[in-house]
């Protein structure tokens, strides 16, 4: 079963990554939040995804025996992230020049994340 919340998880992460690379280009190329037509669809993406990624991502943690009681710095970690990629929809819109430099620290921080992830579940066996 947890193969099957992994799946529907990176699923929620591919649609938090269109949306903010949607963003992103847009802003870069000069374009702002009221010029871009996909606005909405794009914030839409952008929630569901990060509702899919924590609710999946959890769901995997509890189907692994993990207690809520028992989360350490490796799961915080990956929620601080999450938050970060929540915040990042909206940072090139209110800080000139920020979607070039989010356009090479996002990666950064999925493979961070993933790293995190990994060894997470390599601990708990």
Known sequence: MLNTWVLIHLIGVFFVFMALGGTFIHVINGGTKDTNKWAKGLAAMHGAGLLVIVV???LGLVSLGVKPSEFNMYVYL???IWLFLGA???IPYKVEGSAKVLMFVIPLLA???TYVGLNY???IG
């Open 56 to 58: 999946f991502g959890l």
């Open 121 to 123: 579940l390599m601990r």
């Open 111 to 113: 493979a961070v994340s």
């Open 88 to 90: 990042s929809l909206t």
């Open 78 to 80: 990956k929620l601080l």
